[in-house]
């Protein structure tokens, strides 16, 4: 599988002024936590013309649902507005698309509990904060989320 | 008389020679870490975390054998004049305990006191400043290996020092982190796959 190109990906969304929030394991690298992630996460605002921006991102990115490669399915509008999780695959590397998180928060809940980061290069995009990325893990508590909680609840405690 | 083919003298199978090691020694004379010591640090939750540090000594080790090999090659530094023909083996025994340089990532100065490693970071870090970026150049991001010295672990076995370090980069230096450590990891992959 291509690895993923962060910057690329967010640079394109960020072009196309889409309305999301970084969540998942690149949003707590960014808050500082030392972890490892292959994909990114996002959370998009299901607003009509937020789904417009949205999708004119995914095309510049060639974006297919990296579950069938061979079929090749390319997202549509429709399935982007409700809250399910769209796992595709971009010339730059997989990118997942969330309507909502498992635990049900949609973008105007997230977006309530982000931070604005600079990336540098004019690329300013807005992650989920430590706090909140803990509190998801914890009611997930699924095996993976157990296995990176004593590093986010250590980088939270350090954080100035 | 020819001898019976039992009777001949044969050199010690490997386990009769095990046992004349006195039990919870090690060859060099030290003492054998116990299993139960070396089962913990296997699940060890800093192992399942992104950074797995090397042992330092392995790491400073590679490191400074990296920096003897190119002063061998340039054959003077810090006034102790070298030559191309040392062996791998000589690198290799000073690397593991290199006291004359203050940058082969072992932290020592010429006198043998505690030195930095490169400008304004930590000694910890800046002595495994080894990764390669994509333009084929030494990245500025520094690695976290070669570390230690007793700086924080704590009691569920987080390394405090990395997230210390982590958090002290701006969140561009963490995303270029993460990044060159995807690539690392797909580029050797592709090794691996290629065979």
């Given at each position: 599988m291509q690895p993923a190109d962060f910057e690329t990906i967010l640079k394109v969304l960020a072009g196309h002024k889409v309305d999301l929030v970084v969540v998942g394991g690149v949003a707590a690298t960014l808050q500082g936590a030392p972890i490892t992630t292959f994909d990114l996460d996002i959370v998009h605002s299901r607003e009509e013309a937020n789904l417009?921006?949205?999708?004119?991102?995914?095309?510049?990115?060639?974006?297919?649902?990296r579950e069938k490669p061979d079929v090749r399915i390319a997202p549509d509008r429709e399935r982007l507005g409700g809250p399910g999780h769209h796992l595709l695959m971009t010339h730059a590397g997989p990118l997942d698309v969330l309507g909502a998180v498992v635990t049900g928060e949609g973008y105007p809940e997230l977006a309530a509990h982000s931070d604005l980061?600079?990336?540098?290069?004019?690329?300013?995009?807005?992650?989920?904060?430590?706090?909140?990325?803990?509190?998801?893990?914890?009611?997930?508590?699924r095996e993976t989320d157990r296995a990176v909680l004593p590093v986010l609840r250590r980088t939270l405690k350090e954080k100035p | 008389m020819a001898r019976s083919r039992s009777s001949r003298p044969t050199a010690p199978r490997r386990e009769g020679f095990r046992?004349?090691?006195?039990?919870?020694?090690?060859?060099?004379?030290?003492?054998?870490?116990?299993?139960?010591?070396?089962?913990?640090?296997?699940?060890?939750?800093?192992l399942s975390s992104a950074w797995t540090r090397p042992r330092d000594r392995w790491s400073r080790g590679w490191k400074s054998r990296r920096s003897c090999e190119a002063e061998s090659a340039a054959s003077t530094r810090c006034g102790s004049p070298r030559t191309a023909s040392v062996t791998s083996a000589r690198i290799?025994?000073?690397?593991?305990?290199?006291?004359?340089?203050?940058?082969?990532?072992?932290?020592?100065?010429?006198?043998?006191?505690?030195?930095?490693?490169?400008?304004?970071?930590?000694?910890?870090?800046?002595?495994?400043?080894?990764?390669?970026?994509?333009?084929?150049?030494?990245?500025?991001?520094?690695?976290?290996?070669?570390?230690?010295?007793?700086?924080?672990?704590?009691?569920?076995?987080?390394?405090v020092s990395l997230?210390?370090?982590?958090?002290?980069?701006?969140?561009?230096?963490r995303l270029r982190v993460l990044q060159n450590t995807v690539n690392a990891i797909s580029r050797l992959r592709e090794r691996r796959a290629a065979g």
């Open positions: 417009d921006r949205l999708m004119a991102a995914l095309r510049e990115l060639d974006a297919w649902y980061f600079d990336l540098g290069g004019g690329l300013r995009v807005r992650v989920l904060d430590l706090r909140t990325i803990i509190a998801i893990k914890e009611r997930l508590n | 046992s004349w090691i006195p039990a919870g020694a090690r060859r060099d004379g030290r003492p054998t870490p116990s299993l139960s010591s070396r089962s913990a640090a296997a699940s060890s939750p800093r290799r025994a000073r690397s593991r305990r290199c006291s004359t340089h203050a940058d082969c990532g072992d932290g020592r100065d010429g006198e043998g006191r505690e030195s930095g490693g490169h400008e304004g970071l930590p000694r910890a870090y800046s002595a495994g400043m080894t990764e390669r970026d994509d333009a084929g150049g030494w990245s500025s991001a520094p690695l976290p290996i070669g570390g230690g010295g007793g700086t924080g672990e704590g009691n569920d076995g987080v390394d997230i210390r370090w982590f958090l002290s980069l701006s969140p561009a230096e």
